[in-house]
Nanobody, 118 residues
Framework: QVQLVESGGGLVQPGGSLRLSCAAS????????MAWYRQAPGKQRDLVAR???????NYADSVKGRFTISRDNAKNTVYLQMNSLKPEDTAVYYC????????????WGQGTQVTVSS
């Protein structure tokens, strides 16, 4: 079965940077679009950035110019480079992917905490 394993979260000061990674593990699968979502306490889970297999990207207005999503197909990994972080970016960040494995299925990572604070 396919699993999404995240890393890179942590505590950072305002204006700092973090890079999140999410690697898909398993066998006999093909990855289509991959995305990052985030959910702050008391808020709904919202899309942060998405990248499709062709390389086209989409970003939430709140992160445009600060965050960059990318993928390494050879490593089955998606990244989220986060620069100029603000306290408002504090949330649990979740990796998401549409993957063909015995049919097309949607997978979520376990979530990783990002805290931006002085």
């Amino acid at each position: 079965q396919v699993q999404l394993v995240e890393s890179g979260g942590g505590l950072v000061q305002p204006g700092g940077s973090l890079r999140l990674s999410c690697a898909a593990s398993g066998s006999s699968f093909s990855i289509y679009d991959m995305a990052w979502y985030r959910q702050a306490p008391g808020k709904q889970r919202d899309l942060v950035a998405r990248i499709i297999s062709a390389g086209t990207t989409n970003y939430a207005d709140s992160v445009k110019g600060r965050f960059t999503i990318s993928r390494d197909n050879a490593k089955n990994t998606v990244y989220l480079q986060m620069n100029s972080l603000k306290p408002e970016d504090t949330a649990v960040y979740y990796c998401n992917a549409n993957i063909r494995v015995f049919g097309l299925r949607n997978f979520w990572g376990q979530g990783t905490q990002v805290t931006v604070s002085s």
